[in-house]
């Protein structure tokens, strides 16, 4: 087998059960088996896809930054309380729960690493409430 660099900015690392390792374009293929290593240079939160949410149900997902800093936020698990915020700077990672809702944003241009098993993920777009103001059908006091 020869060995070759690989381009990490335009393949996906998949690392099969047998313990072979392919590089393959990156495509969103949440059907593949085998867990999937993810390494990118983002320079703003649309780099990150930070108004949508993601999830993995079938393992765990490993998000470390390699260079500069980023926020990992995790959707609440109950309706009420706000967004998780975990910071990452260079040379730290955290381990995301299987099935738990997450995103992305920078605090600067940052690189990425990211390893998970994608069978089954899932993505949806980020709705964000508008903040809560007097209600305009409601009289205010003295009304």
């Given at each position: 087998m020869t060995v070759t660099p690989i381009d990490l900015s335009t393949c996906f690392l998949h690392l099969d059960r047998g313990g072979g390792i392919?590089?393959?374009?990156?495509?969103?293929?949440?059907?593949?088996?085998?867990?999937?290593?993810?390494?990118?240079h983002a320079k703003t939160d649309a780099d990150v896809h930070a108004d949508r949410w993601e999830v993995h149900p079938e393992a765990e997902e490993v998000v470390s930054c390699l260079i500069g800093k980023i926020r990992l936020c995790l959707r609440p698990e109950e309706?009420?309380?706000?967004?998780?915020?975990?910071?990452l700077t260079a040379g730290s990672a955290a381990i995301v729960p299987r099935g738990r809702w997450h995103r992305i944003e920078l605090d600067t241009p940052s690189s990425i690493m990211a390893v998970t098993?994608?069978?089954?993920?899932?993505?949806?777009?980020r709705t964000v409430s508008p903040p809560r103001g007097p209600d305009p059908g409601r009289a205010g006091p003295g009304r």
């Open positions: 392919s590089a393959a374009p990156r495509a969103w293929s949440p059907e593949r088996d085998g867990w999937r290593v993810t390494v990118f309706p009420g309380p706000r967004e998780e915020v975990i910071r098993l994608p069978r089954g993920s899932r993505r949806e777009e």
